[in-house]
């Protein structure tokens, strides 16, 4: 999570980890490639941001295969839209 998001209380930085977990209004207008790697949503007033990259074991380098678990190390991204 980013510093804003670390910022913010206990009890809503645990609302925003629900709500992101419970997320699934993907559309192809805000999921054009199928990915689900990507979400906008407001938690009570807070617009957040999530991003799922996929990188390699050593996280270096962007996996060979995200579909490969054994090749893959998928890193999250909380965020506030203020701090894009």
């Known amino acids: 999570m980013t510093r804003g998001v670390a910022a913010l209380e206990p009890h809503m930085i645990h609302k925003i980890n629900q709500a992101v977990r419970a997320f699934d209004a993907f559309t192809p207008d805000n999921d054009p490639y199928g990915e689900h790697d990507f979400g906008s949503l407001t938690v009570e007033g807070h617009v957040v941001m999530f991003k799922i ?32």
């Open 53 to 84: 990259d996929a990188y390699d074991l050593d996280l270096q380098y962007a996996s060979p295969d995200p579909t490969d678990p054994n090749v893959t190390c998928r890193v999250m991204t909380l965020m506030l839209a203020e701090e894009y």
